[in-house]
């Protein structure tokens, strides 16, 4: 089979009958080989004998959210290729040609995109139109340096083995952006069509709640993103707390009628440690998410993580808190050259603040080289636990030794060799 349309379905009995019957024709009036699937996820008000009625092959899925009833779908296709889109009849299942081209011609995804084929008047909320879907869609270009211009776009298309292959795990609607993000990071060949968009058939409110459903999307376009949600920010922190405690410690900076004195310098100080935390952040989170496979591995990170051993973590961040620990001390020395007593507290600000700044930032640099070493023993380079294939010659080997061991004594005591059990 060649084609699978599968189209998740939670009641939506007034159109889907619609959807399954324009897929068939597609199918009739082109030649394909294929199927539909009514990925059902839990009607109650009989949209799956309808589709059944109307020839589609209705495949339960228990699990709630629009992403489990695609990936219910997506498994028991038996199409190579897969198109799935909504069952509301408000994309065109009678056009799916320029789909279907793209795929035999090589193409992992098949995007389609609405701004390009039109949009008909009510099909899309102006909120969505000209807010939600172009903010979203440029911040997962500006992320994952995707050329997508229509992100959420519901129609699109695919090889079965290559999604499959990357595994997808999220379960709402967001479901559609890990899509589109996952093939990018696996560098897989995404193409983009032009489709339309029409009001959808349905007399209910739609499912897709506007501010709760973008809220996910964002989101999990930044958590698929550590270098936009934490090392960028953090670099930039950095660099702005760096300069400003540098120059601040040498004393007030006056701009007109302003100064800017340890109360500044405190801030800057501030600024530097959490911008610090965050660049930790990003690198924790790019390991941890390359080694349970949610995004693929950089050379990159893997280059800093075999130079950034726990001994030297361990030495840098020794390093500073020495730092920190001379400057409380000169602090002391400081303190007792004015006989315990009374101090100016812009002068002893410039020292103390450094050296707590150098503490928290040595802390910072001990714990995240401990973790990152944790995370390297979880996933050894040569395992204690054989191969299958070894496993397997071990057993086949243990059996024959057995055997022999069972032939010699037989032998032994009968003083003959057995014919049938060495057979």
């Not at 999990?220 to 660099?239: K, N, Q, V």
Request: proline fraction near 5%; glycine fraction near 10%; charged fraction near 20%.
């Amino acid at each position: 089979m060649e084609l699978s349309v599968v189209m998740p379905c939670l009641n939506e009995a007034e159109t889907v009958e619609t959807c399954v019957r324009k897929a068939l024709g597609f199918f009739a009036e082109h030649g394909v080989d294929g199927e539909v699937i009514i990925a059902d996820n839990g009607s109650t008000d009989g949209s799956q004998q309808l589709a059944r009625d109307a020839g589609a092959r209705v495949v339960p899925v228990t699990s709630k959210g629009y992403g489990n009833a695609l990936m219910g779908g997506i498994r028991a296709a038996r199409g190579t290729y897969v198109v799935m889109g909504d069952a509301d009849d408000s994309y065109d299942f009678t056009s799916l040609m320029p789909f279907l081209t793209e795929l035999r011609d090589g193409a992992d995804l098949v995007m389609g995109n609405r701004f390009k084929g039109g949009i008909a008047p009510g099909a899309m909320p102006p909120l969505h139109r000209y807010l939600g879907n172009p903010v979203l869609s440029f911040v997962g270009r500006l992320f994952f340096r995707s050329k997508i211009g229509d992100f959420h776009c519901g129609l699109r298309g695919f090889r079965r083995d290559s999604i499959l292959r990357l595994g997808l795990q999220t379960g709402g609607m967001e479901f559609a952006s890990e899509m589109v993000v996952r093939c990018t990071l696996a560098k897989y060949d995404i193409r983009e069509v032009p489709t339309t968009l029409s009001p959808d058939g349905r007399s209910r409110a739609p499912h897709l709640s506007t501010w709760r459903d973008g809220w996910r999307h964002l989101r999990f376009l930044m958590l698929y993103s550590p270098r936009w949600l934490f090392l960028i920010p953090g670099l930039l922190l950095m660099t702005l707390g760096l300069i400003g405690g540098i120059a601040l410690s040498a004393g007030p900076i006056h701009v007109g009628d302003i100064a800017f004195d340890v109360d500044t310098l405190a801030g800057a100080s501030a600024i530097l440690v959490i911008g610090f935390q965050a660049v930790l952040s990003a690198l924790l989170t790019k390991v941890y998410a390359m080694e349970e496979g949610f995004l693929p591995h950089d050379p990159r990170v893997q280059r800093v993580i075999r130079s950034w051993s726990l001994e030297r973590g361990l030495v840098v961040g020794g390093l500073l808190a020495l730092a920190g620990l001379v400057g409380l001390v000169a602090s002391l020395i400081h303190w007792q050259g004015h006989s315990f007593g009374q101090l100016d507290p812009h002068a002893l600000l410039r020292i103390v603040v450094p050296a707590a700044t150098a503490l928290i930032m040595s802390f910072q640099m001990i714990f995240a080289s401990l973790f990152v070493s944790i995370l390297g023993i979880r996933r050894p380079s040569h395992p204690l636990v054989a191969d299958p294939a070894e496993e397997a010659a071990i057993v086949v080997d243990a059996a024959v030794q057995r055997v022999r061991t069972e032939n010699g004594a037989t032998s032994a005591d009968s003083g003959s060799m057995n014919p049938a059990k060495t057979a």
